[in-house]
């Protein structure tokens, strides 16, 4: 959040950010499962991670909408014109995420989520032969 407010604060006090637009992602891109490999490191977690395609995976995991293709925002834009940089480093960003995570357990909010399944989750790992 905080990257995302100082590129906000950037733009909105720049006077050659007048009228354009501006795309507000760290640079290199990461995979959802770069992230979850990432996350997993920083928590000291050494389990593996299984990817499954869609028509193999419990239903509640298959994400809504068009994922057939593959696409990356790019913020040299903003970067180039105005110079922005990450104040946040991304371990320091997902050290920080995983602190607030902890401190905050999911609550009422959790409920607009799909339930988890985790019976649903193991057997699936067992039809791809995991334990």
Do not use: C
Not at 27 to 38: C, D, G, M, V, Y
């Amino acid at each position: 959040m905080e990257n995302v407010a100082a590129a906000i604060a950037l733009a909105a006090t720049d006077n050659r950010a007048a009228g354009r637009i501006y795309n507000i992602v760290e640079q290199p891109a990461f995979s959802e499962l770069e992230w979850a490999r990432k996350i997993a490191a920083e928590m000291k977690w050494n389990g593996e991670f299984l990817v499954l395609p869609p028509e193999r995976a419990p239903r509640h995991l298959v994400p809504s909408g068009n994922t057939a293709q593959h696409w990356e925002v790019d913020s040299s834009r903003i970067r180039g014109e105005l110079g922005y940089r990450e104040p946040v480093s991304i371990k320091e960003g997902i050290r920080r995420t995983i602190d607030w995570e902890r401190a905050n357990p999911p609550g009422a909010a959790a409920s607009l989520h799909p339930p988890l399944d985790y019976d649903a989750e193991d057997a699936a790992l067992l039809r791809t032969g995991g334990s």
